[in-house]
């Protein structure tokens, strides 16, 4: 899965390039989301946190492929934002410290298999403190007839319907601010605002 990231990052125009995400735009502009110390797990295109940045943010963005890191430090020189950008891997963080205010997370979490998941939430965790935020946007739907029985080649693509909930109510207070049906192979997504619940992870 590294070396497919690796490979778009450095060699094309990822499909989700797109710029900076809807509902993150929205919750910064309505000042639902206000300038704090944020981090951008798996900033891929930089964005998101460019976007942020922009916007009186206090950013660090991290992936583990070195070809996004690279991308991310070119066009944040570009848009003259400063970022610090981190090599690192979510599901074994050597070099992410500190606790942060804003999480950000555009389709990583749900690119993982359940071990990688389980792994990212013993990494993630600690980053939170009471009353953190977390904007998550994952690929979800009720798996497909087909999605049941072949295997999946690049990580588990989708969640099912309450997912989210399972895996973050036990630490995060949760907001559903977007569910949609999709057609074509991206069956459908959703974006959570969750607020971190009282005490240790």
Not at 46 to 70: C, E, K, M, R, W
Not at 140 to 162: A, C, D, M, N, V
Request: hydrophobic share 40%; charged share 20%.
């Amino acid at each position: 899965m590294k070396l497919f990231y690796e490979i778009t990052y450095r060699y094309f125009r990822a499909p989700w390039d797109l710029g900076p995400r809807r509902e993150l735009v929205e919750a910064v502009e309505s000042s639902r989301i206000q300038p704090c110390k944020t981090i951008d797990l798996g900033c891929g295109t930089a964005s998101n946190a460019i976007f942020l940045a922009q916007h009186g943010f206090d950013v660090t963005g991290t992936d583990y492929s070195p070809a996004a890191i690279a991308l991310c430090r070119e066009r944040g020189a570009a848009a003259g934002v400063s970022v610090q950008w981190l090599e690192d891997d979510l599901t074994n963080l050597q070099h992410v410290k500190g606790t942060f205010d804003l999480l950000v997370d555009w389709g990583v979490y749900d690119d993982l298999s359940q071990t990688d998941r389980q792994a990212y939430l013993r990494n993630v965790l600690p980053l939170t403190h009471a009353q953190s935020q977390f904007l998550i946007y994952v690929h979800q739907w009720p798996p497909r007839w087909w999605e049941k029985r072949l295997p999946r080649l690049f990580g588990t693509i989708s969640l099912r319907p309450g997912e989210i909930q399972a895996d973050f109510g036990p630490y995060f207070e949760i907001e559903t601010l977007t569910e949609r049906r999709l057609s074509g192979y991206i069956a459908g997504e959703a974006v959570y605002l969750m607020t971190r619940k009282g005490g240790s992870p």
